[in-house]
């Protein structure tokens, strides 16, 4: 009973502090990602925060609209390292042609001298016995999701912000990846060390693209 | 057997107050320790489907020109007839964005009532939480601000994820955010005429990419009965959705590149074009879905 209440009162002491820091990683964004001085963003509800562990890679799947702009900004915990990798690539649903190919034994039958099939005297096909593979074409129409990279921060100085217009409603992947791996043991591919994990979070702002230059009839 | 189980629970249950006291002027050897235990997690390669907020949407169409329609959204009278778990959590992602609605139009007195109805919803549906002190405070203190009510919406809205997300019941955001998105279509899909190049008709057209996302985030929550139920009604405006196709914009694909003025544009691709025909199949099921939940 002793050991009970022990096991009791030690479990309650880890998962405590595990709930808070996965608490703590899911307003991370809004506490650490530096929101633009720009006044006219306004935060967009499509922004993450997550708990990573090191050699981790998570996608965020958004959307961003036509006739506005967008800012993100990554911002993340120390512990992950300092160059963690941010792409954005467009995703899509492609609708593709596939031949799809079927084998059936079936049986064979005789052949008159034109190479015709012979037929008994009830008109039916006469079998020899033997069978024989056929091979069946199908063409079916499958919808397939299609990648595009638009963007890699690697290539970028490992930038925590990106800025841009949209010019077309598109569906978007934020990839985050967490450089190393978790130095848990082999055979413990799921155990991994507190100092292997830490919070990332995606700031995501938006406003409607202004319009520039003068707008109107003149004069 | 019994004894190492104890160690390691024993272990494991020192480790946090090691961990916070790693920085202090405590021993080596305990820090030691720190890295020595290890803590179970879930493997974690994942994917998240987010769904823009309705009031994305409403300042677009209100900046498009369209007027503010009174008769299109759900009477906060009507908030006691929804007596079911499921009814009320539909309806509250229907009043959720009724309210970002009136607040992107600045309609003061209407906020206020559709805030109220929210609010008393939330407690309804066991998400009180979500609406805390400091949130409360901030909403009173802005009360007489026109301004600040689109300011007040949002951070209610998002202290409403914040809240389920923390409590892990993302089968019920899901229901609730996929109510909203609903109800932001159907004001948008009745707010307009067809008329071919419309910026409103674009964004109700480009709905079809939010749904795809919708889908796949109700997908994660498919065993629960109220999510698998909902997923049947949105399975056949999807199906309406699918029709339409996608024509290139450009002559080159997509590209996310500087332009002359040294700006990022995301541009070319493609982009959805609905024709009449299907912007009256899409309103007809919208709305055919939105009086399954206002009734």
């Not at chain 1, 059936?104 to 079998?127: C, F, H, R, S």
């Not at chain 2, 079911?84 to 992602?93: A, H, R, S, V």
Request: with cysteine.
């Amino acid at each position: 009973m002793k050991n009970l209440k022990n096991i009791f009162l030690a479990f309650l002491t880890i998962v405590l502090p595990i709930l808070a820091s996965a608490q703590y990683c899911n307003t991370f964004h809004t506490k650490y990602c530096p929101p633009s001085d720009n006044g006219m963003y306004t935060l967009n509800g499509q922004s993450k925060s997550a708990l990573f562990s090191k050699g981790q890679t998570s996608e965020l799947n958004v959307i961003v609209y036509k006739g506005q702009d967008y800012r993100i900004s990554l911002c993340f915990d120390q512990t992950l390292g300092s160059q963690i990798t941010f792409k954005v690539y467009e995703t899509k649903k492609v609708k593709v042609e596939k031949v799809i190919e079927t084998k059936t034994m079936e049986d064979e039958y005789q052949k008159d001298e034109n190479g015709e099939l012979a037929v008994d005297e009830w008109g039916a096909y006469i079998p020899t016995g033997n069978q024989v593979e056929v091979v069946n074409k199908e063409t079916i129409t499958v919808v397939e999701k299609q990648k595009t990279l638009l963007y890699d921060n690697s290539q970028d100085g490992f930038a925590t912000e990106l800025e841009f217009s949209v010019e077309t409603t598109r569906r978007l992947i934020f990839e985050v990846s967490i450089p190393g791996s978790a130095s848990g043991s082999a055979t413990k591919s799921k155990l991994m060390k507190s100092s292997d994990m830490g919070c990332v979070g995606i700031l995501v702002e938006h406003m409607l693209t202004p319009i520039q230059g003068f707008k109107g009839t003149g004069f | 057997m019994k004894k190492r189980n104890i160690l390691v629970v024993t272990l494991l249950a020192v480790s946090p107050y090691l961990m916070y006291t790693s920085c202090s002027d405590d021993k080596p050897q305990e820090d030691v320790n720190v890295e020595q235990v290890e803590e179970v997690v879930k493997e974690r390669n994942e994917s998240f489907y987010q769904i823009p907020a309705p009031d994305e949407m409403f300042s677009f169409i209100k900046n498009s020109g369209l007027t503010y329609n009174k008769s299109l959204i759900n009477s906060p009278q009507k908030s006691s007839t929804y007596s079911t778990p499921m009814e009320q959590t539909l309806i509250f992602g229907v009043y959720s964005a009724d309210l970002a609605y009136t607040a992107s139009y600045e309609e003061f007195n209407e906020s206020i009532k559709y805030f109220a109805t929210v609010q008393k919803l939330a407690e309804s549906i066991g998400i009180s939480g979500a609406f805390n002190e400091e949130l409360m405070n901030n909403i009173k203190n802005n009360l007489d601000k026109p301004e600040q009510l689109l300011a007040n919406s949002n951070d209610s809205y998002f202290s409403v994820i914040e809240y389920l997300e923390e409590n892990e019941q993302g089968n019920k955001l899901g229901i609730i955010a996929s109510a909203g998105w609903i109800e932001t279509v159907y004001i948008v899909a009745n707010s307009i005429d067809y008329k071919k190049n419309s910026d409103a008709l674009q964004r109700l057209a480009d709905q079809k990419l939010t749904l795809d996302n919708l889908m796949l985030y109700l997908e994660k929550y498919g065993e629960d009965e109220n999510v698998k139920e909902l997923m049947v009604w949105l399975k056949e405006l999807e199906q309406t959705f699918d029709a339409l196709s996608e024509e290139n914009t450009t002559s080159s694909g997509i590209s996310l590149k500087k332009n002359e003025g040294g700006k990022m544009v995301l541009g070319g691709g493609s982009s959805v074009v609905m024709t009449k025909d299907q912007f009256t199949t899409v309103k007809s099921k919208i709305n055919e879905i939105r009086a399954k939940i206002v009734k």
